[in-house]
């Protein structure tokens, strides 16, 4: 931006970075989702989700018997959808983007160069994964050190390959990636896979422009994802949810707030189960799951008394219906333009698997498809038909890049990793800004607690509730469990009543906000 660039130009360098000095969600191999609003107002969004290959089968993580193969989605060959991060990129940046795409790119390839300085938790990250490199990479020595030792804080890491791959996009554009020597790579990286991805698979990817899912929440404009992700309709639905009921006055994290929050979440997640999937193959009721009368429906079996069952809830009947890794950053420029873009390879450093010559980690976004109907996912959760994996579908997200307007005006831009926890992340950062009346800071830095319908418990961050809480939600009928590790690493910019800007940065993660 200092440069002269904008919001877009800022968001799309910012990308190619994070695939460099955050090898386990910064990606080239996996996907994600940009949420814009210019400064006119107009929002705008992108699906550059990845596609499971033309070669995918419904079945294809099933054994004989019809049982899931473990691990087969998640890691390792089998595990990878097609790339669409750099189709996203240059497509956002085709549009809106201001500098030359050649600028924007240099910065990452100056990273890939001369290396970056590892902090500790990505030296850990790296040693954590060393048995899965060289379980799934046999011949390869990325990200091992050529003594074998463990790497240190503060050790340099270069990329000599993934830097090649980089001015190859710098160079040639989509063609950098897609055609030429990244895809002959790519494609006999991937040619054991049972569905490998082909060049055809890579000359037919495109990201979609999709209109945005909008909201509203106590006078402010929800603008969020829609279908392929399942984020913006359950956040819209989870604050309708809520909005009746006086959660300031309640207190943050008192019993009632508590118990009303659960028990919305318990009721969305039960219907992002059923019905929601990628809407080029499935038909998602998008209008009627946010519809007012249909949410008061979903509420009336709720009660303060006694914790609602999960196996009684369900996805919702439609009337008239026919038929922990990922990354998030917030840019807002100088003149106004917010973008909010979650992108992933899905779990940490993806599938494991390294695309020989090109320097890239593949994603693991199959596991996203509900790959037998009802049975769980590595974030434990379950889908139906709308999921089921399809030659050229994409895998239905959780991701939630979100922006706020407030009488008109820009007022929140918002977004984390987390899996299946994102979308309760980003509804609670909302409502402590809202109800709670924090800092953006405070918002993000407050500790979270999640319920996603099943399994029918509660999880929480160490100190989340007051004993007493707790005791009053346990003797409603409420599960809950203390989580080892945190909830959320949000990246998420107030605009404060000045017009000034307030960057909030998790302390969970290696996070960090700067303006100029
Ligand atoms: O798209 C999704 O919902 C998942 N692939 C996101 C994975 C994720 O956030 C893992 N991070 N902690």
Request: proline content about 5%; aromatic content about 8%; charged content about 20%.
């Amino acid at each position: 931006m200092k440069a002269g660039g904008n919001a877009i130009d800022a968001a799309v360098a910012t990308h190619f970075a994070l695939a460099v000095v955050h090898p386990s969600a910064g990606n080239l191999g996996g996907g994600g989702f940009l949420v814009y609003r210019n400064q006119q107002g107009q929002n705008f969004t992108l699906d550059f989700r990845e596609k499971a290959p033309v070669a995918a089968t419904r079945d294809m993580y099933l054994d004989s018997a019809g049982t899931v193969i473990p691990n087969m989605a998640w890691l390792g060959i089998h595990a990878s959808g097609v790339p669409s991060s750099v189709d996203g990129m240059v497509t956002m940046h085709q549009r809106f983007g201001r500098l030359p795409w050649k600028q924007v790119l240099q910065p990452a390839i100056d990273l890939a160069t001369n290396g970056v300085i590892l902090t500790e938790n990505e030296a850990k990250g790296l040693n954590r994964i060393k048995g899965d490199l060289l379980k799934f990479n046999p011949g390869k020595t990325y990200f091992l050190k050529p003594d074998s030792t463990e790497w240190q804080t503060s050790e340099r890491l270069i990329q000599t390959d993934l830097a090649n791959t980089l001015r190859r996009i710098q160079e040639q554009g989509r063609d950098g990636f897609y055609k030429g020597q990244t895809a002959a790579l790519l494609v006999k990286e991937m040619a054991p896979a049972k569905a490998p991805i082909s060049q055809r698979d890579l000359d037919e990817y495109h990201s979609a422009w999709r209109e945005a899912v909008v909201g509203s929440y106590r006078g402010h404009k929800v603008i969020s994802m829609p279908p392929t992700s399942s984020g913006g309709i359950a956040l819209v639905q989870l604050l309708k949810f809520v909005e009746p009921y006086p959660l300031g006055k309640w207190g943050w994290y008192s019993d009632s707030t508590t118990q009303v929050m659960i028990e919305a979440e318990r009721r969305v997640y039960a219907d992002r189960a059923r019905w929601l999937g990628d809407p080029d193959f499935f038909k998602v009721p998008q209008k009627q799951l946010v519809d007012s009368q249909y949410i008061q429906k979903r509420w009336q079996d709720f009660s303060f008394a006694q914790a609602s069952d999960s196996k009684a809830i369900n996805g919702g009947q439609i009337a008239g219906y026919e038929s922990n890794e990922t990354t998030h950053y917030s840019v807002v420029d100088e003149e106004g333009n917010a973008a909010a873009i979650t992108t992933t390879i899905n779990n940490g450093y993806g599938s494991r698997v390294m695309v020989g010559g090109a320097g890239f980690l593949m994603n693991d976004e199959m596991e996203d498809f509900a790959v037998k109907p009802g049975v769980p996912n590595v974030f434990g959760l379950v889908g139906n038909e709308a999921n089921a994996v399809q030659p050229g579908k994409r895998m239905l997200s959780s991701m939630t890049p979100t922006i706020l307007e407030k009488d008109g005006k820009l007022f929140m831009v918002v977004g984390t990793p987390g899996g299946s926890t994102i979308i309760t992340s980003v509804f609670q950062t909302i409502l402590n800004v809202i109800d709670h009346g924090m800092t953006m800071q405070q918002a993000v830095n407050a500790l979270k607690f999640h319920h996603q319908w099943l399994p029918d418990k509660t999880t929480f961050e160490q100190g989340a509730f007051s004993e007493k809480t707790l005791q009053k939600l346990i003797e409603r009928g409420y599960v809950m469990e203390m989580q080892k590790g945190t909830l959320g690493r949000m990246d998420c910019i107030l605009v404060l009543p000045d017009g000034t800007l307030e960057g909030a940065s998790d302390p969970r993660g290696d996070n960090t906000s700067v303006g100029f």
